[in-house]
């Protein structure tokens, strides 16, 4: 099992900067992609970024040049820079870890954007 609790969101006027973190505990050794997801009202839940354990970075292409996805290396944390913010990024962003055998997701945090 894997454990994942996300922390970092808030409310943010529209140009600004957040940064989220996620802490993994458990059966880290079993993680081989970290990654955030966000999901807004009404929508589905969307891909943000993810980086696999030996560093390959997949980011959407709305958050290109404005987010950063950084984990260290013992794969015990996964961070999102964000910056550049728009109301249109506001969601609950969701921590996630992919194994061999099944993903796991955080609680979730609320990013709000202002405009």
């Known amino acids: 099992q894997v454990q994942l609790v996300e922390s970092g969101g808030g409310l943010v006027q529209a140009g600004g900067s957040l940064r989220l973190s996620c802490a993994a505990s458990g059966r880290t050794f079993t993680i081989n992609t970290l990654g955030w997801y966000r999901q807004a009202p009404g929508n589905q839940r969307e891909l943000v970024a993810t980086?696999?354990?030996?560093?390959?970075?997949n980011y959407a292409d709305s958050v290109k040049g404005r987010f950063t996805i950084s984990t260290d290396n013992l794969k015990r944390t996964v961070y999102l820079q964000m910056s550049s913010l728009k109301p249109e990024d506001t969601a609950t962003y969701y921590c996630?870890?992919?194994?061999?055998?099944?993903?796991?997701w955080g609680q979730g945090t609320q990013v709000s954007v202002s405009s």
């Open positions: 996630y870890a992919g194994t061999i055998t099944r993903p796991y």
């Open positions: 980086q696999t354990d030996i560093g390959i970075t």
